[in-house]
């Protein structure tokens, strides 16, 4: 952006129209000739893709081509800043730049220094946020201080915040410092990790992760490395980083530039961090406690709704898997650039409402407030769930055709109605007949092609067309009448198999309906839920253990397990190295452990183990546990009815003193199926 000087020095030189002494336009703008130096340089920062050119040379000032310096004067004469675009500006500077001169910033926007002072007071609220401080040194001015990971992060929300204006003049300052990086080569590295780790991301997920390797090799190319990254241990292990390894020859060779470890396992931890629609994907450390939470979440929304949700498994299982990336996004400070919030408050206001007063404990538990943006989404993952059940429950509308036409048009619209909406046509009658109706209990709605005077009823009557015209169909919806979405209720389609059969309906038959219709089905047949008296066997409970450190005690507890054939050997290996990683995350309730593992094929039923010890046992950070309860799941997810039950068990008034009480393996069993 040219200030009011470098527009006043430009004017000046296409007046003259011939070189001039440097001398000369600082007399004439009253400034000093170093000051004059600066103009130009900046002028020819911003002008650099223009057709005309600004030169220098021996003290004195020409342009090349005054016919397009006229030009772009004419079209860039009349631009003012607004106070936000200044910010962002100074913003945008700050970030990517690591320093800044007050000065400078005073007199490229031509503002006082003072206003200057009141833009870096609200841009430090920002930095503060990612721990990062402006400090000044001498005769440098201002330098951004504070890790680089944090810094980056603090990069992509000035971005966000610059597009979020919609601005050209944003847009043009974010394009200078980012155009000269292909992300062709970006594009390539990110499609074959995607390849080798056999998932897809979503569109946001792909944003994200492109925007961040393009300031990742920015920074590097600029000297700015991470130099160490938490959780190393872990992302090391994951398939993404071997993944992520294995392509890095496409990013370094594409760009000509190598990256630390410590760059590429943050490369990871973006992957991992993805909302992808491999829904069964998980890999955070503390994903028990997110799930229990989640349901807890519904529970306390479903409450306030009119129709149950609480055990729809599409909701719990999209849900669990949104508010993952969710949890993610937010504790990284990457915010979302596709909204729906506006749209969302203004359709469906009151869930809205009610989903934002309801996710308290997910901000507890991630010490975090979410947005109104991630609030919207998971309005829609509700707004769903309630129309499935809706769906599920409500029965046809019953419609009675009068029609004066012939029996063919009758039909005809009778089937066009059918096809379009999810009613139960009980009859279709001439108009004469009609006093008869008002006889008849099996009506709600009336629609007729003639006209009805002088008929006095309680039902809705519709005026059609034989036709049913499109002015037909918005009356029909805004009575409204459900259209039907051609779904079938897999619940319905089994009544009707069984009712004309006699027979029950094999799970193998059920699993080949489920796979023909595909999506023409909305699966309703919800899984029975498996409690612990499913999961938990005498055999698998062992009363006064001998272990006598922590890792004993997870071994002790996973034997049990072994035993009984509900996992491989190296599960329980497994279970301590995630605590050894992660640290004291399994300490769900005071003095319990719950050790567990992702599956990697190492489970071959859902099943828990209880131990328990007379004597306190060292746990971590100085916490001691004197029972261990130990779980494995199939698919990461049948498991956690009985375990919230568990939890809920334990955790009411003196629970756990009962608990440890009580002397045998069948009394522990009566304890928690009670």
Sequence with gaps: MLTSKSTELLKFLLDKKDKILLKEIAEYLKLSERSIRYEIEKIKEVTENEEFEISLNKGECWIKNYESLAKFLTNNNGYVLSPKERELYIFLKICFERKINQTMISDELDISKSTVKTHLRDIRKILEIYNLELELLPK???????????????VLKAVYLSKKQKSKFLDDIIYGYLKNIDKEGIKLFINYCQKLMNKIISDEAYEIILKYLVMVIYFNEKGYKIKSIKNENFLKGTQEYESVQKSKAILEGYYEIEF?????????????????????YSYYENWVEIEIIVRNFIKKVNEELDIDISDDATLILGLVNHIKPTIYRIKNGIELENTIYEEVVESYPNLFSLVKKSVGELEKFINEKFTNDEIAFITIHFKAAIDRNVKKKKEKIKVLIVCGSGYGSSKLLAQRIKDIYKVEIVDIIPRYLLEKVNKRTNID??????????????????????LLTKEDIQKLDSYPIPRDSKKILFSELIDVIEKNTGEKVSNKLKTGLKNFLDTRLIDDIFHKKITIFDLLTEQRIKIKGKAKNWQEAIIEAGELLLKDDCIENEYIKEMIKVVEEFGSYILLVPNIIFPHAKSKNMVKKTAFSIVTYDKEIDFLDGQKINMVISFCSKDEREHLDGLINIIDKIEEDSSREKLMKLKTAKDIIKYFVK
């Design 445 to 466: 709605v009336i629609l007729t092609t003639v006209p009805i005077e002088n008929f006095k009823t309680e039902r809705k009557i519709i005026k059609v067309s034989p």
């Design 140 to 154: 440098k001015g201002l330098i951004l201080k504070g890790e680089e990971e944090q810094l980056r992060q603090c």
């Design 260 to 280: 630390s470890e410590a760059e590429y396992l943050k490369i990871t931890d973006y992957f991992l961090g993805s909302h992808t629609y491999n829904i069964s």
